[in-house]
């Protein structure tokens, strides 16, 4: 019996251990529960009011950056947009320039450079074939002059005084009138004595030379004659004031085409010129010489430069179009 109350007893302190366990269970689980949610809704609201605060305070950063920089911007802006602007313009001038004007600017400098060789050309062809440069004592070297001043002033400075108005479109047109003047009269002086180292050179020798006998000698004085009459012609019309306003309009297509057909009449008479010198001068022309060969190198430069101007003077695409300045000086003269 002892042992059955024993076992009794020991099953009953079972059982209350249990219940104990199992009772004590949610009791110590929920209490730390409870607690941990009301300190985190504690911390929750605190947190919410500390941040509600900075919020605000950072709001009100972030409206005055905000207005701060919207003025720096509006300050920079237009300085920023001008240096874009310009920048750009400067670096598309070239990009969006009018293939008809890189097209002239091409022409225009190789009509320079073939000018310019021509007349080194010929310094090289009587300085080197012919005994260079002299003066009355030496008739034959004074001739030498006249090939020399006839290429410099009366093809190549006739040539350019034609192109100087496409040459220099962006310079006002008044100062292109007396500029296209003065190079027509430095071109008239270098032919004047062109003109009479020739005559000396037929007449001082012995026996003289007969004068204007050749096709080469009419041409190129028909030539000078035209050259002379448009230049007074010209001066009066276009730079002497009182000269009426219809007069010029109906004088300037005469002026232009005489202008043309007077520097192509230099060209072609030039070129005979050459091809007489070669005959009489040059020893077995036929068989091409080295003095034959630049003879002929000359006249093909000629020619080219010839037609290089006439070109540029007449295609259309290549006229100067009237500038600002042009105009008032239009308006206020009214004669211009």
Known sequence: MSKDMDIEQAAQATMTTTSIEVKAEPVTVAEPTATITVVAAAAAAATNGDSSGKAAEEQKQQAATATTITTITEQVQPTVAAAVESTASKGNNKSNMDPTLINFKVLYVLTQLCGLTMIVLVGTWIGQHFGGLGGTDNPKQEFNWHPLFMTIGFIYLYGNSILVYRGFRTTRKKTLKLTHAGIHMAAFVLTVIAL??????????????????????????????????????????????????????????????????????AIASAVMGLTEKAIFAIPNYSKLPSAGVLANIIGVLYVVFGGLVVYLATEPSYKRKPIPEDTALLTANGNE
């Open 196 to 265: 009479k180292t020739v005559f000396d050179s037929h007449n001082l020798v012995d026996p003289p030379i007969p004068n204007m006998y050749s096709l080469h000698s009419w041409l190129g004085l028909s030539a000078v004659i035209i050259f002379c009459l448009q230049y007074v012609a010209g001066f009066m019309a276009f730079l002497v004031p009182g000269m009426r306003e219809n007069y010029k309009i109906a004088l300037m297509p005469l002026h232009i085409y005489f202008g043309l057909f007077g520097f192509v009449l």
